[in-house]
DNA sequence: ATTAGCACTCGTTCTTATAGAGTGCTAACA
DNA sequence: TGTTAGCACTCTATAAGAACGAGTGCTAAT
């Protein structure tokens, strides 16, 4: 099972190729690379030993080789080296983080936009998730005798805000007085404690001060139910269709559905743990990733981990600069929003 | 150039037939129709002066006939017969509108979603449009010593929000201050108007009570630069590609990158005058549409156009029944939103 | 252990043949 | 004069066969 370094050598090669070419290798043209300097015939042999480890594949009897997702998961756990980033590519991310944009999802949107068109492969943004972030802020908002806007303000500056109606028997002046409390009391609070924070100890502080306290209450509850989901954003959704394993009208179909979807790759990216992940292939269980893999990255403010950066491109893909993308990209995004939003 | 009835009769069967099959359609086929009474001999004639007429078309010289935009065009425009709703349809849509949901946009997308899924074509809808919207409320939240959010509520429950920076010189007294004389003065002002009346009249009394007036007034006045554009809904993004025509990769891809694109279809959609309008290939002027009409339609709440509704599909669509349910739902929507929202 | 040589396999491309759907035209018919 | 039957012709789609070339696996020589 352990591979020569003869053998390391020629798989090397063969994957590096293949990610250029799109096109299975044969023996022949293999030994005319310099870095090779024995026979075809020796290559045919070491190919046919690496092809029963399971390394490498033919795409018919007689077609030349690529590789297997168990030679790309070689190639990424043991071949890979950090691939320097060249001048331009570096500038262009420092100078999208040199920007002064103070909205958290925009600057987290335009990490994506950029990673797509850097890598001409598909990005997905997760987060920032707000269900950590604390209430600031509670606002109720009359638009007329019996609708209000309720609008909540967290302390990274993300503002959720939902209608509800209430009955016209309910007094302004009450609406107003239970803001007042719960302000007072659910500051600070972390959004997903909110509501039985809000049940358990303010509906008896409520119950006192205010007449028709029940109605309100309800409504304000089903207001404080956020949605649990991040949001997700994409960059250049098309990009990966671009690839020429993607020849195939229905391939592209069942793609696009799942990438519509959104669930599926939400769940898919965000099961992944901090740090650089890469799932090849069939290792993301999902029939439409057959050909496709995905490449996550975590990005956080100070310590709290807030969401995910993804690249998706074709198997074949350029890990090396995809990762060092990811990597560069996700610990300037991490720096931006810590000093923007950690100075509390 | 003024068609026979026997001439409209075969175009129609043409059209109807494809509309159905996407196969062209030969003369002897056709002469099995039960509303057809006379030979294929006959139709064949009559064909070759359709097509001199520019009504059909032949794929290759021996081919069947199938429709060509001008084909489209007259049937759209002298054979439609209002198609009578199923039950279920009508059902499902009635259902949607009775449930009860207070958000716009909300029931604007549930509107998409709907609509996509009961024509299997891509669904669009534009809107709400906020700038006629009237400003409701202002509220400044501040995050910390040096950041805050700006949150505009306008008269329809449409929220806004921007995050912005101002110097730690500013005397938080003078930020309360501020809104106050905001608000006094500002409430049911047009969005669009905000900030010319902020500069024209507000400037001056802002100077006489606040310290620090100016610096602060800019970072609002670029808070109060809403979006101009509506926000764009999508339902069935996919659908539209397992069409029998879309069986080709690069058509695909054309037509999905100009979906992604979203300005495209925006300029293409918004430009659409109130009530039902039907554009038929290239009358959409742009390449990816090629083989794609679309129809749109406007809601609106009392007598102010809102915002539109459309739906993308092949050439060869079922106008009969899209234009139903497009009649159907953007009438549901205003009336809704008009409850909702018109008695202020 | 390495390599040259060779028979063999399979995909690609091109050609050719065939069947089938449909047309346009002509001549006969009511 | 409008309608129709008949027929030659055109073009597509499909299959089958041939030639080519890239590549393999195996064997024997180095």
Same mark, same amino acid.
């Given at each position: 099972?352990?591979?020569?370094?003869?053998?390391?050598?020629?798989?090397?090669?063969?994957?590096?190729?293949?990610? +250029?070419?799109?096109?299975?290798?044969?023996?022949?043209?293999?030994?005319?690379?310099?870095?090779?300097?024995?026979?075809?015939?020796?290559?045919?042999?070491?190919?046919?030993?690496?092809?029963?480890?399971?390394?490498?594949?033919?795409?018919?009897?007689?077609?030349?080789?690529?590789?297997?997702?168990?030679?790309?998961?070689?190639?990424?756990?043991?071949?890979?080296?950090?691939?320097?980033?060249?001048?331009?590519?570096?500038?262009?991310?420092?100078?999208?983080?040199?920007?002064?944009?103070?909205?958290?999802?925009?600057?987290?949107?335009?990490?994506?936009?950029?990673?797509?068109?850097?890598?001409?492969?598909?990005?997905?943004?997760?987060?920032?998730?707000?269900?950590?972030?604390?209430?600031?802020?509670?606002?109720?908002?009359?638009?007329?005798?019996?609708?209000?806007?309720?609008?909540?303000?967290?302390?990274?500056?993300?503002?959720?805000? +939902?209608?509800?109606?209430?009955?016209?028997?309910?007094? *302004?002046?009450?609406?107003?007085?239970?803001?007042?409390?719960?302000?007072?009391?659910?500051?600070?609070? *972390?959004?997903?404690?909110?509501?039985?924070?809000?049940?358990?100890?303010?509906?008896?502080?409520?119950?006192?001060?205010?007449?028709?306290?029940?109605?309100?209450?309800?409504?304000?509850?089903?207001?404080?139910?956020?949605?649990?989901?991040?949001?997700?954003?994409?960059?250049?959704?098309?990009?990966?269709?671009?690839?020429?394993?993607?020849?195939?009208?229905?391939?592209?179909? +069942?793609?696009?559905?799942?990438?519509?979807?959104?669930?599926?790759?939400?769940?898919?990216?965000?099961?992944?743990?901090?740090?650089?992940?890469?799932?090849?292939?069939?290792?993301?269980?999902?029939?439409?990733?057959?050909?496709?893999?995905?490449?996550?990255?975590?990005?956080?403010?100070?310590?709290?981990?807030?969401?995910?950066?993804?690249?998706?491109?074709?198997?074949?893909?350029?890990?090396?600069?995809?990762?060092?993308?990811?990597?560069?990209?996700?610990?300037?995004?991490?720096?931006?929003?810590?000093?923007?939003?950690?100075?509390?």
């Amino acid at each position: 099972m352990l591979l020569t370094d003869r053998q390391v050598l020629i798989l090397q090669v063969i994957v590096d190729d293949f990610i +250029r070419s799109a096109q299975p290798i044969g023996s022949r043209s293999l030994s005319k690379k310099e870095e090779i300097t024995f026979s075809s015939a020796t290559i045919r042999n070491e190919m046919a030993d690496l092809e029963d480890l399971g390394f490498i594949e033919k795409t018919h009897t007689s077609s030349g080789r690529i590789p297997s997702e168990k030679g790309y998961r070689y190639y990424v756990d043991n071949l890979l080296l950090p691939q320097k980033l060249n001048h331009s590519d570096m500038a262009a991310i420092k100078s999208l983080f040199a920007e002064r944009i103070y909205e958290l999802e925009k600057i987290v949107q335009k990490s994506a936009k950029i990673l797509s068109e850097m890598t001409n492969y598909t990005s997905i943004v997760l987060g920032p998730a707000v269900k950590d972030n604390r209430l600031k802020k509670l606002q109720i908002v009359p638009l007329n005798k019996d609708t209000a806007i309720a609008i909540i303000v967290t302390d990274t500056g993300h503002v959720e805000n +939902r209608m509800f109606h209430f009955p016209t028997s309910v007094d *302004p002046s009450d609406v107003e007085k239970m803001v007042n409390i719960l302000n007072e009391r659910l500051a600070g609070v *972390p959004l997903t404690n909110l509501n039985s924070k809000l049940y358990k100890e303010i509906a008896v502080l409520l119950r006192q001060h205010i007449s028709s306290y029940d109605t309100l209450l309800n409504s304000i509850a089903d207001t404080l139910n956020l949605p649990s989901h991040e949001k997700v954003f994409f960059g250049g959704k098309t990009n990966i269709l671009s690839q020429p394993e993607f020849n195939d009208v229905d391939k592209i179909r +069942r793609l696009m559905n799942m990438i519509e979807q959104e669930d599926g790759l939400y769940q898919l990216i965000r099961k992944n743990p901090a740090g650089i992940n890469i799932k090849i292939g069939t290792e993301n269980d999902n029939s439409a990733m057959e050909n496709c893999s995905l490449i996550t990255a975590t990005y956080s403010m100070g310590a709290e981990k807030l969401g995910t950066i993804a690249v998706l491109g074709p198997t074949r893909m350029e890990y090396s600069r995809v990762i060092s993308l990811l990597q560069l990209i996700s610990t300037d995004l991490s720096k931006v929003l810590t000093e923007l939003y950690q100075n509390k």
